[in-house]
């Protein structure tokens, strides 16, 4: 009998075996299973799962129980090192090839590949491409291929990498091998395109919900970013690991000073920085416990740093695809944690100015259009987050409960009347006086300001001069956000001068309301943050047991710097927490812990059992 063919009952149990004795997990999670056993019978899997999901063992445990090597397939090279680590401190037999490596180095992997002494092999895309590579596959015996990330081989979304395009070859040269693609990206049309892309015709779907309930969404509106941040680390994230993204390498450097003067470690990450700096900085975010790297969208793919607390974008980002694989970086352990988004009037207007002045076709810009207008729904909705979020990926979900639109529901009002006072004034400018302005300028109309500016261009004469007084100028520039959400008011060019659109003639007109959404006067603090400034990994826990727990954190931090690894290659914390409150006294009794597999037993067993005895 071939492999290919075994029973699925010998199969089955062979697998949930390496779970038990590598792994050290109970049972299996969701649909891994059936992937599981698809892969392992020989058969293609394309695989749509969120971040934190458990992918990893999709391919993992096919390739311990399969014979020959695994090969993995991902573009992830700055990650190799730590993926490996990974897995050796599991016991698995893993090496990666890329180019960082010298000579010797791949040698030395390529040595082990040949003698069977491997059961997974990183590959960045790009080898394939070096005719020596394609050779040494040849000759030895592969398992399966994993092509990670696999949305990287979509031409339209944000990760494309042309060396993904190569891999639909991979089923030509070797037709017995099976495949499994994976990603957490997971629009229909990018599935789609991954399913065409690379040539997975008779594989099996797997789509898994793309909720992540353990993340609270939250959308504020920006007043001064930096301030809110601040207050948002000190009094809910105070100790705690998180990403900050910014748009630009300035606003990260500054954003990154700023946190670092006001108490709070931060390490800058951007394409602008030296490859040196870049990686040092990457390693010290995933070794050390509680660092902030505040980042633009260059960094976070493959980060599996499972105690990411927070990830908080100060500016807005181009796409919910984009803003869902962001957050989504937040709480891979399955532990509370946040994903705070701070956005206002600038944003849209410097967005809407970037897609305009960007390069490519029309067929493009509206393309970018489409996605920015998607965000900007999100972003103004009175509804669920979380809700609209799912239904963007095409999935159902219901009122949440923790978003902020859930927990502390914003009104939504009859904006009707303001929309028609501030379009007529756009419109008076353009057509009395042949003119065109930004929102500052036509807010100050409206309150009847008697600027310089205003003085200067008379537009105090205007009939709509002071007729707007109702409105504070933050709730205008609301006004003015919603609008452009709407598509009822549009801005173009450097100075983000406003513009009526086709549609402003039905509220001019009377013949359309406009409904708008009142931010709640009270910001929203989440319940978790009334345990006062204690490490989020401790809440739930007794007093004993936190005790307990911070001291095998200290065990852990100790070992890590010791072996070169991070802290959580050795234990998740989630797995630290269970041998605090279950208080193992054997080794036998700590090897029935989730997380604590036979290596991680041989390895660390004694010096957990220490370390709780002390
Ligand atoms: P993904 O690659 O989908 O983002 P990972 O493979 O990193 O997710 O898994 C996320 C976390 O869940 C990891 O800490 C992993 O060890 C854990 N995990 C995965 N499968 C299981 C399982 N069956 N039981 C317990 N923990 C699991
Ligand atoms: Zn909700």
Not at 52 to 66: D, E, F, H, N, T
Not at 399 to 411: K, M, R, S, Y
Request: with cysteine; proline share 4%.
């Amino acid at each position: 009998m071939t492999e290919t063919s075994q029973p699925l009952d010998d199969t089955a149990s062979e697998a949930l075996e390496v779970l038990h004795r590598v792994f050290g997990y109970a049972s299996f999670r969701g649909e891994q299973r059936d992937i599981i056993e698809t892969v392992v019978g020989g058969g293609d899997a394309l695989v749509l799962m969120p971040t934190g999901g458990g992918k990893s063992l999709c391919y993992q445990i096919p390739a311990l129980v399969r014979p020959g090597v695994g090969v993995v397939i991902s573009p992830l090279i700055a990650l190799m090192q730590d993926q490996v680590d990974a897995l050796r401190a599991l016991g698995v037999r893993a090496g990666f090839l890329n180019s960082t490596q010298d000579y010797e180095q791949r040698r030395e992997v390529e040595q082990a590949f040949l003698s069977g002494e491997l059961d997974l092999l990183y590959l960045a895309p790009e080898r394939l491409r070096v005719e020596s590579t394609t050779r040494l596959l040849d000759q030895g015996k592969i398992s399966l291929f994993a092509i990670d990330e696999a949305h990287c081989v979509s031409q339209w979304g944000h990760d494309f990498r042309p060396d993904y395009l190569m891999l639909s070859a991979l089923h030509e040269r070797w037709p017995d091998v099976p495949r499994i693609a994976l990603t957490a990206t997971a629009t229909e049309a990018t599935h789609r395109e991954i399913a065409t892309r690379l040539n997975l015709t008779d594989a099996k779907h797997f789509v898994a919900s793309f909720d992540r309930p353990n993340i609270q969404y939250r959308i504020v509106s920006k007043d001064n970013p930096q301030r809110q941040l601040l207050d948002l680390l000190r009094t809910e994230h105070a100790g705690d690991a998180g990403i900050v993204y910014c748009l630009s390498r300035n606003s990260v450097e500054k954003t990154a000073v700023f946190l670092t003067q006001n108490g709070i470690e931060a390490v800058p990450y951007h394409a602008g920085l030296d490859s040196r700096t870049r990686a040092k900085n990457q390693s010290r975010f995933l070794r050390e416990d509680g660092l902030v790297v505040v980042a633009t969208i260059a960094f976070g793919m493959g980060i599996d740093k499972p105690d990411v607390r927070f990830v908080a974008h100060l500016d807005l980002p181009k796409s919910v695809e984009g803003y869902y694989q962001e957050t989504g970086r937040a709480g891979r352990d399955g532990l509370p944690s946040t994903a705070w988004l701070a956005y206002g009037l600038q944003d849209v207007v410097q967005q809407r100015k970037m897609i305009d002045t960007s390069e490519g076709d029309a067929a493009h810009r509206r393309r970018l259009g489409t996605h920015l207008d998607a965000m900007l729904a999100l972003c103004e909705t009175v509804q669920c987050r979380r809700e609209q979020l799912l239904a963007y990926f095409g999935q159902k979900g219901e009122p949440c409960g923790n978003c902020d639109t859930c927990l502390i529901p914003p009104e939504s009002w009859d904006g009707t009347i303001p929309a028609q006072k501030l379009l007529s004034a756009v419109y008076r400018l353009q057509h009395e006086r042949n003119q065109k302005f930004g929102a500052g300028q036509v807010i100050d109309i409206l309150l009847g300001k008697t600027t310089p500016k205003v003085t200067q261009f008379r537009h105090d004469d205007l009939s709509v001069f002071g007729i707007g007084t109702e409105l504070k100028d933050t709730e205008w520039r609301g006004v003015v956000r919603q609008l452009l959400a709407q598509g009822l008011l549009a801005v173009e060019g450097d100075y983000g001068t406003l513009l009526l659109t086709e549609d402003s003639a039905e509220v001019l007109g009377r013949r359309r309301e406009v409904m708008m959404r009142r931010e709640p006067e009270r910001a929203l603090r989440s319940s978790r943050s009334s345990s006062g400034g204690k490490k989020k990994a401790a809440v739930d826990l007794s007093a004993e047991a936190t005790q307990v727990f911070e001291r095998l954190r200290t065990w852990r931090a100790a070992v890590a710097k010791e072996q070169g690894i991070p802290a959580y290659v050795i234990f998740h914390d989630a797995t630290l927490r269970q041998i605090a409150t279950d208080l193992p006294g054997t080794l036998a009794e700590l090897g029935k812990i989730s997380g604590v597999g036979e290596n991680k037993l041989a390895k660390y067993g004694e010096g957990v059992l220490e370390a709780l005895a002390a």
